[in-house]
């Protein structure tokens, strides 16, 4: 009886978690289900590629429903990231733009941090949101033309290996400056770490596989993680550590890759 109970409490506390990021990680009114117990960010993170591969599924579904009803492959996938984009607020893509408004216009670390903590978009920032999202919507178009199924589970696996690369760059990252989003959140723990990537990895793995077969599944897990590990050593050289902003840019880009990559092997 004991075990049974600690199982369950241990259950409720992930459902507990995964409601606690789907409060942060979208808009929708996780209040109004239930009460999520109060726990810091960087413990429930590790919840956050479950989330994410969610997400996914919805943006998928929605995907395949609109080709299903004879709309060109490129406009649904239009649609489909405009829903994906307002249910998440799109709090990565603002995170992706404020990263490279920093980076393409600061002359050094200071500088480039103050831009990125304006919130007007700059030149940079629109440019490179209008260039993922077509890459996006290309790549989904390419994916969704294959069968019923495969866009929801690519885009399920993408998304919650994406979210994965979040909580692993802020458990292996030291905050760049003292205050801000990503270090009121705190650095997740090993444990939080080893969690979000086992989930992100397995999760992402099968759901990949099964949906485009063992060697694309394997070149998209590990040209995602080389963005993310790409990204990480450029803001290291020049901001010495992560903020949001490389948080949500980490996952905007190494989404971007995986799904580039599932289409082109498709083809």
């Given at each position: ?83 994906l984009?307002?249910?998440t ?18 002359q ?16 940079f ?24 199924y ?19 760059l ?12 990503s ?14 990537l ?58 971007t ?11």
């Amino acid at each position: 009886m004991k075990g049974i109970s600690s199982e369950a409490e241990a259950l409720k506390r992930w459902g507990e978690d995964v409601l606690a990021c789907v409060g942060f990680l979208t808009r929708m009114p996780v209040g109004s289900w239930a009460t999520v117990a109060v726990r810091p960010l960087s413990q429930v993170m590790r919840a956050f590629p479950i989330v994410g591969a969610l997400l996914g599924i919805c943006g998928g579904l929605v995907l395949a429903a609109i080709a299903a009803l004879g709309a060109p492959p490129l406009l649904a996938a239009a649609i489909a990231l405009a829903c994906l984009i307002a249910l998440t607020g799109a709090l990565h893509e603002d995170g992706f733009a404020d990263l490279l408004d920093g980076f393409g216009g600061g002359q050094d670390r200071e500088d480039v941090l103050a831009i990125m903590r304006d919130s007007r978009i700059g030149t940079f920032g629109v440019l490179g949101l209008v260039l993922v999202l077509i890459a996006k919507a290309t790549s989904l178009g390419e994916i969704v033309e294959r069968s019923w199924y495969v866009a929801p589970l690519a885009l399920a696996g993408t998304s919650a290996f994406s979210r994965a690369m979040i909580v692993w760059l802020m458990g292996t990252t030291p905050p760049a400056r003292p205050d801000g989003l990503s270090a009121s959140a705190g650095q997740p723990g090993p444990d939080a770490v080893k969690s979000a990537l086992l989930i992100g990895a397995i999760g992402s793995g099968l759901l990949l596989l099964a949906a485009v077969g063992l060697p694309t599944a394997l070149l998209a897990l590990i040209l995602g993680w080389g963005s993310a590990a790409a990204i990480r050593a450029i803001t290291m050289e020049r901001i010495g550590g992560q903020t949001g902003d490389v948080c949500g840019a980490v996952q905007v880009i190494s989404e971007t890759v995986m799904l580039a990559v599932i289409a082109i092997m498709l083809r």
